[in-house]
Structures are given as C-alpha cells and as structure tokens.
C-alpha cells in the first residue's frame, strides 16, 4: 500500500462531512470519533505529584470543550 492510499484511507468520506454540516446528529458522531485520538491527545496533561513522578491525565472538561468547539465549527462549514 502507497502513502497515498493510506492517507485516503485516513480521510472522512465527503458525504459525512456534508451531512455533518447539515446537522446529520450520526455524521457529527462520525467525524467527532474519527478526531477522538487528536482530542484526548491535545487533552492530556501531566501531572506531578510530591516526589517529582510524573502522570499523564485526561482532562474531561477541556476533552468537551474541544469536542464543542470543533461541533460549532462543523455546523458552520460550508461547502463550495
């Protein structure tokens, strides 16, 4: 498999994202879970606790936050 079929493996079908924008409740789940990975990445933080160990943590409320912003987003798209 080419790079570039893994990339378009990798991509939301067009029709999801119209849908989306359209207020389709299943397609605003798709892509929500298709960026799931990058949201809880981009929502973890790390931790210290007394003796300098270090932990990796999920914060829910910036978790939501993100999740809402790319929703707002995705109802605002338009599509050429």
């Known amino acids: 498999m080419n790079a570039k079929s893994r990339s378009e493996d990798q991509l939301l079908p067009l029709e999801i994202i119209e849908a989306a924008t359209h207020g389709d409740i299943a397609a605003i789940n798709s892509v929500l879970a298709h960026f799931e990975g990058y949201i809880a990445k981009l929502a973890t933080r790390t931790l210290y606790d007394?003796?300098?160990?270090?932990?990796?943590?999920?914060?829910?409320?910036?978790?939501?936050?993100?999740?809402?912003?790319?929703?707002?987003?995705?109802?605002?798209f338009k599509i050429a």
Not at 53 to 72: A, G, W
């Open 50 to 76: 007394e003796q300098g160990s270090s932990y990796q943590y999920l914060d829910p409320e910036l978790q939501r936050r993100l999740e809402t912003k790319l929703i707002v987003r995705i109802l605002k």
